[in-house]
């Protein structure tokens, strides 16, 4: 076991305490049974008989990693991946390690024909080297897939940069290369595989299909053989032999292979083409029209997402409704095909003779001179095109700018339509900037009405203030402005000078329910709800159906702590109103504090649905998407917002915020250059570009980014912070202190000290690094998290009485850390204390899900000879952090005290594959001598 460093776990007490459970939970204790008995029968190959108790499992814990990550694999194997799908998302929501999932998650969603979740939806940040290697493989097939060939081509790059050897990599260039039309450098690549991975199935297939498409038929019926030896149930290897079998016209052998095919996998859409196509060829036309209905019924019910990226099923799909004269279908797949296999001639002429017969010469044409571009010699094709020529038409468009027109003459109509087209695009800055220039040249009530709103819009309360001053001043019985200028002193805060204009305002027209409502909203703000009650109560009797007092009421009843009721006037102002954007938006923002997320979707997802252009609805719905865990419609919502949001450079940098909420980095960055384009100089966003863009190991960029705000801001430490930072990701800690050193030097900041402990951590100066930590403490003695940095050190350097004391000064401030909790145990075991395991248990109740903490309470148990308790708890522990050695020791530990030498042996062997240090290595080498001396 080892103990938590603060660095690297993030303590999430909500979720950790919804899924704690007690150690001698009797429950627990019948879930590990049936998993272990799961376990079993998976290593005995019954993987039917495996499902059955892993059902029973999770059952009785619909959350138990370990169930549901054997599950994923299982079912994977048995062929079913939209059930390995479901229980490998539900893992990972239940806080699996990613290591474990995410290359059965990608092979399930390549099934699925789901190209775009392996992209979206499996990050490779975290993972090991090998793991990021054939996930990244995953994701250039995937891109591929998609059309997408450049990305394809960089995660293919990224990869074999990793690991020049790794097969799924190797292969996915194979395939992007056939894509690319590169076949010279396809088969170059091809044969290298079958010499480097001669005993793997894909790399025969692999090599098939290059000498296939380059029409070297019996070559590749050669490769394709020996690929279906290694693995007969190889469906595209078996599909692909057919196909060159009906070509070289070698029928009966083509039957037998169509036979076998059809025998293992009954709706494979592209076997009943070629069963089709050979009976067509036999004459019997009728049986041959039913394999072609065949074909395309299983393509109709097949992921539309599969089969818009997959260009044999394409092809095929395409050809079966071409023999069934069903045109618009056949028109609908090749178009389709043509977007992923823009060289292939004879599509484009097939498609263009569908489009000659629909009477549509102009799209004929269009495709026509494409395809003469590839085969400028082809004699069907130029007749096809003549044909087309008779029929012909074109159409252009247009467009202007308000831009444009100001550039012709200094028109302050013209410059104040373009300040309000600049607002409503996004461009807040330009708009108001224009707007200013407008009312220095000509004051207006227009304009300085227009500034005030646009000024307390973007929180500016003191230049609204002086705006609606103007316009009270200009006119001091217009009510609007004098109400306005209220909503400008409450929004400073200002409240005493609010309530006279607005007590003015009623002053002066009793009825105006406008300033009430604001004084409502005074009354709440500075806690009189009893006033508030009197003032709302008298409204809803003037104005019994005006949502504005509903929502007001609503606001005062959850002040009051009265949710129900809140709720209520909620729901009311938004049934009565549901087309304005406030009652939606307010009711969808109740819903999320009540934790009642679907409600909370649905409505505002009815409000983007009347307003989509608005981020405030928008950037509501993408939180709720956040905390129902929909990471992919959340991203695509932000998308949304960021077209919309334009240049305006704060709007952009909360949408990046809420981008890097749901880890979406390069969507964050790509927001992040549209702010600074849109304003150089805004600092947050500066800060945070170079962030990402050492997270992203860009590190050049981060570097000279970091300069320049060195450069910019002299006095800051931030950009010291930044470039040190941008030094620790190259590993050049010497330059990172430096940099930290330097930046303390300039203002003393928590941050920097910690950093520059980390980087004199990593040169191996320990003991300095020690020294920092306690020089700070000394001027600082209640920063907790230098003091906890502190006690890890102090654990580090194996201090462990001193760590003791450090832990019980920190748990009297923070006594339910779970985080201080795991590392008192682990100091009080290794001073061999018998109070370790009574804090490890406290730590577990309070952080079940951090995978080190399930370890220190499993392996406790384990030292004190309760092997078959802790192994469930270690179980969870590997369910979440696959690749601890560490972890894995302690696994084969306890499986080894429980006889169950085959499995032991297994995670021992894993566990010192790592070349790394961990804790108990010694202890392990030898135990893997007595394991060998024992058989």
């Known amino acids: 076991m080892s103990f938590v460093s603060n660095a690297g776990v993030v303590i999430l007490t909500l979720s950790c305490l919804s899924s704690a459970v007690g150690a001698e939970n009797s429950s627990a204790n019948e879930v590990a049974a049936y998993f272990e008995d799961a376990n079993k029968l998976y290593y005995q190959d019954e993987l039917a008989s495996a499902v059955l108790q892993l059902k029973n499992a999770l059952q009785a814990d619909a959350r138990h990693l370990p169930s549901l990550v054997l599950s994923g694999e299982i079912y994977l194997q048995q062929g079913d991946a939209k059930a390995a799908e479901h229980v490998l998302r539900q893992a990972l929501l239940f806080g699996a390690d990613s290591s474990l999932v995410v290359l059965n998650l990608a092979k399930a969603y390549l099934q699925l024909g789901d190209y775009q979740r392996i992209i979206t939806d499996l990050p490779i940040d975290g993972l090991a080297s090998r793991i990021q290697v ?10 591929t897939l998609l059309g997408q060939l450049k990305d394809a081509r960089y995660a293919i790059d990224f990869a074999l940069n990793i690991d020049s050897e790794a097969l799924l990599p190797r292969l996915a260039n194979v395939i992007l290369l056939i894509r690319e039309g590169v076949y010279d450098g ?31 038929l019996e070559a590749a019926i050669s490769s394709y053989d020996k690929a279906l030896v290694i693995q007969p149930n190889h469906v595209d290897a078996r599909v692909a032999k057919v196909g060159a079998l009906i070509d070289l016209d070698r029928l009966d052998e083509a039957d037998v292979d169509l036979t076998f095919l059809e025998n293992e996998s ?11 196509l050979l009976l067509s060829k036999s004459g019997k036309a009728e049986e041959a029209r039913l394999e072609y209905v065949k074909c395309t019924e299983v393509v109709a019910v097949l992921p539309k997402a599969k089969v818009a990226s997959d260009p044999q099923l394409l092809m095929a799909a395409a050809l079966a409704h071409h023999a069934l004269k069903q045109w618009e279908s056949v028109r609908a797949y090749l178009e389709m095909y043509l977007k992923k296999i823009p060289t292939d001639v004879g599509a484009h002429k097939l498609l263009a003779d569908v489009l000659l017969g629909q009477d549509e010469p102009e799209k004929a044409i269009k495709l026509l001179n494409n395809a003469r571009v590839l085969s400028e010699t082809d004699a069907g094709l130029l007749a096809m095109l003549a044909a087309a020529y008779s029929q012909t038409g074109r159409h252009d468009r247009a467009t202007h700018l308000l831009e444009e027109a100001v550039s012709k003459g200094d028109s302050l109509y013209i410059e104040t339509q373009l300040a309000k087209s600049l607002l409503k695009s996004g461009e807040v800055d330009r708009g108001m900037l224009t707007l200013e220039r407008v009312f220095s040249k000509q004051p207006s009530q227009q304009t300085a009405f227009l500034l005030t709103v646009s000024y307390i819009q973007q929180k500016l309360f003191a230049k609204a203030k002086d705006s609606a001053r103007w316009l009270v001043e200009f006119s001091p019985d217009n009510l609007t402005y004098r109400n306005l200028l209220g ?102 923002g109740l819903y999320t504090e009540l934790g009642e997320l679907e409600l909370a979707e649905s409505a505002a997802i009815k409000g983007v649905r009347n307003h989509s252009e608005d981020l405030s609805i928008l950037s509501a719905l993408g939180q709720i998407q956040i905390l129902k865990n929909e990471p992919k419609a959340a991203q695509v919502t932000f998308k949304k917002m960021v077209k919309i949001a334009g240049y305006d450079a704060k709007a952009l940098y909360k949408i990046a915020l809420l981008q890097l909420r749901i880890n979406e980095v390069s969507d964050a960055r790509y927001s992040l250059t549209k702010v600074l384009q849109a304003q150089p100089d805004y600092y947050p966003a500066e800060v945070l570009q170079v962030e990402l863009s050492t997270k992203l190991g860009m590190l050049e960029n981060a570097e000279r980014a970091a300069q320049q ?49 980390k980087a004199l951590q990593a040169q191996g ?50 006594p339910e850390d779970a985080l201080l909790l795991n590392n008192m145990a682990y100091v009080l075991y ?34 004190s000879g309760s092997a078959e308790e802790g192994l469930k708890f270690l179980r969870e522990a590997s369910s979440r952090e696959s690749n601890s050695p560490e972890i894995l020791y302690h696994l084969s530990v306890a499986l080894n005290a429980m006889e169950r030498n085959k499995e032991a042996a297994i995670y021992l062997d894993r566990a010192l594959l790592f070349a790394e240090e961990f804790e108990g290595k010694d202890r392990a080498v030898l135990l893997k001598q007595q394991m060998k001396m024992s058989k």
């Open 186 to 216: 396809a088969l170059k690549s091809a044969q290298q595989l079958i010499v480097d991975w001669p005993n793997d199935a894909r790399s025969w297939n692999s090599h098939a299909s290059v000498v296939h498409a380059l029409g070297k």
């Open 266 to 276: 009954p709706y494979e859409p592209r076997a009943a083409y070629f069963r089709g």
């Open 765 to 814: 100066k320990k003991i300095e690094s020690g020294r920092v930590l306690a020089q700070w403490l000394q001027s600082n003695p209640q920063d907790s998290s230098i003091k906890l940095a502190h006690s890890e050190y102090l654990i580090a350097s194996q201090d462990y009485k001193q760590a003791a004391i450090s832990l019980v000064q920190l748990l009297e401030s923070f």
């Open 487 to 588: 909503i400008a002193l409450f929004s400073k805060g200002e409240m005493v000078e609010a309530r006279e204009q607005f007590a003015i305002t009623l002053k002066q027209d009793p009825s105006f329910s406008a300033s009430k409502l604001n004084l409502v909203k005074i009354e709440i703000a500075e806690k009189n709800l009893q006033k508030a009650r009197v003032l709302a109560d008298e409204l809803m009797a003037e104005f019994p159906e005006n949502t504005k007092v509903m929502l007001e009421m609503s606001r005062l009843e959850s002040a009051a702590g009265n949710s129900n009721e809140s709720l209520k006037w909620a729901e009311k102002a938004a049934a009565l109103d549901g087309l304005s954007l406030e009652p939606v938006l307010y009711l969808a």
């Open 830 to 863: 290794k001073m061999d204390q018998p109070e370790a395991l009574s804090y490890a248990k406290r730590a577990y109740e309070k952080a079940a899900n951090v995978p080190q903490i399930a370890d220190t309470l499993g392996w406790l148990l384990v030292e």
């Open 709 to 757: 705000l060195q450069e910019k801001y002299p006095n800051n430490p931030v950009g010291f912070q930044l470039l040190g930072d941008v030094f620790m990701a190259r590993e050049q800690y010497q330059r990172a202190d430096t940099q930290y050193f330097q930046g303390l030097e300039l203002k003393p900041v928590s941050a920097l000290v910690s950093s520059r402990y």
């Open 134 to 143: 054939d996930l990244l493989g995953y994701r250039a097939e995937a891109y």
